[in-house]
């Protein structure tokens, strides 16, 4: 087990320009969670996949948020024309599909818009 | 819709103490219940989960929570704190099966300082 993964550790990117985030979750773990926080609060679910399938989006996914899963395996998160409102710390996690099985989260990208 | 509380923004603790980090969840069904554990810069690690059954848990590092129904709470507990727990606690719920699952709902956290 060696745990969830994610590139970059941090990023800094100008207002306006796209930025891509990548997830490699625990390898027998169908399920791939993405989660967004910002400084002094908890973790807000984005989105989540179930093999290749994405389930569920969030409100807080404006139109500018894409993430794919495209088999199964890692997955990524782009943001089109970033705004400074998406300066935050972005989680990924996984799980089995089981409705017992526990998150596994990985140590997050920091995203800071200038 | 649901929703976690956790009514302790910062609490602070010498080394050696008892801890109680308190959690208070919205009415749900049945809710699963997690602690989780955040040091900086760092992701999320989980100490502890409630699903069913026995209402006192027991996580890692020495940490226990106890699950009150009637008072919608979920606090988690250690009786003897160490310097290496000083970190940020979230309480976290999610509901039972299907495809709620995993779509946690977090508190805003609890920053516990240690002293020596």
């Known amino acids: 087990d060696t745990g969830v993964s994610q590139d970059p550790r941090h990023k800094i990117t100008k207002r306006g320009q796209n930025v891509t985030f990548r997830c490699d979750p625990i390898s027998e773990h169908n399920r791939l969670y993405w989660y967004r926080q910002t400084l002094g609060q908890g973790p807000e679910f984005l989105t989540y996949f179930q093999n290749e399938a994405q389930l569920e989006k969030s409100r807080l996914l404006s139109d500018r948020f894409s993430a794919e899963r495209p088999k199964g395996s890692f997955s990524t998160l782009e943001i089109q024309r970033t705004e400074q409102g998406d300066s935050a710390m972005y989680l990924c996690?996984?799980?089995?599909?089981?409705?017992?099985?526990?998150?596994?989260f990985g140590n997050g990208t920091r995203l800071t818009v200038t | 819709a649901q929703s976690v509380t956790q009514p302790d923004i910062h609490i602070t603790v010498s080394e050696g103490a008892s801890l109680e980090l308190r959690c208070n969840y919205s009415?749900?069904?049945?809710?699963?219940l997690f602690w989780y554990v955040q040091s900086p810069g760092q992701g999320l690690q989980l100490l502890l989960k409630?699903?069913?059954?026995?209402?006192l848990v027991q996580g890692i590092k020495g940490f226990e929570a106890e699950f009150k129904r009637s008072q919608s709470s979920f606090n988690l507990r250690k009786p003897s704190v160490h310097w290496s727990d000083a970190a940020e606690y979230f309480c976290?719920?999610?509901?039972?099966?299907?495809?709620?699952?995993?779509?946690?709902?977090f508190g805003q956290g609890t920053i516990l300082t240690v002293h020596p």
């Open positions: 996690a996984s799980s089995l599909a089981g409705a017992y099985s526990p998150l596994h």
């Open positions: 409630y699903f069913s059954g026995d209402t």
């Open positions: 009415y749900g069904a049945t809710p699963y």
């Open positions: 976290s719920r999610t509901e039972a099966g299907g495809t709620s699952y995993g779509k946690l709902t």
